[in-house]
């Protein structure tokens, strides 16, 4: 199955769900009916910001957006996996690993250039975002109150509330761990 088509079934499921139909989540979202529609229909190439919205919106963590099978032993060298592309800045995150439904953490490792800062949207009510910088520098964070990191540092901060991300140096890679209550 595709990329797109597996986000289209997740997306669908999460939306039933919810309760909510395809004008009521478009509209909580934030997204044209057509657009999400396209989505579902596997005809859509969503970015990260459109992705998060949905999340957001269903109050479920990103990776419930991703229905991946996991197999026994993974192993993803660091020019591969699945990108998923900022149209906000120069950014390219890869979903490494998620966590089955009652779980509580995703892992993604980060590649982002110098430019401007991505500004996150709260994820849902007690979500906590871990940061491992693995080379360069990064200003990451709480909006009012972020860190600078170098490689090796590690910060851990709320992800309920809005929070930033920018590179410092030229180019940053780090790891990312989204963890999140599991949906009851």
């Known amino acids: 199955m595709t990329p797109n088509a ?11 769900k919810a309760g909510l139909s395809l004008s009521a989540l478009a509209k909580k979202a934030g997204l044209s009916k057509s657009t999400l529609s396209q989505l579902e229909s596997g005809q859509g190439n969503p970015n990260i910001e459109t992705l998060w919205a949905i999340a957001y919106a269903l109050d479920v963590p990103f990776s419930y957006l991703f229905e991946v099978a996991e197999p026994d032993v993974t192993l993803i060298r660091v020019d591969e996996g699945e990108l998923i592309d900022s149209t906000m800045t120069d950014l390219t995150a890869a979903l490494l690993a998620s ?12 590649h982002l250039k110098k430019g401007e ?26 909006a009012d109150r972020p860190e600078r990191l170098k490689s090796g540092d590690y910060f851990r901060y709320p992800g309920d509330e809005q ?17 999140s209550r599991a949906s009851e």
């Open 6 to 16: 597996l986000i289209a079934k997740a997306v669908c499921r999460e939306r039933e």
């Open 163 to 179: 929070h930033v991300y920018q590179a410092v140096s030229d180019e940053v890679t780090f790891i990312l761990v989204m963890q």
């Open 117 to 142: 800062a991505r500004k996150a949207v709260p994820h849902p009510k007690g979500s906590v975002e871990h940061v491992i910088v693995i080379d360069g520098e990064l200003e990451v964070g709480p």
């Open 99 to 110: 966590c089955p439904p009652n779980a509580h953490r995703d892992l993604y490792r980060v």
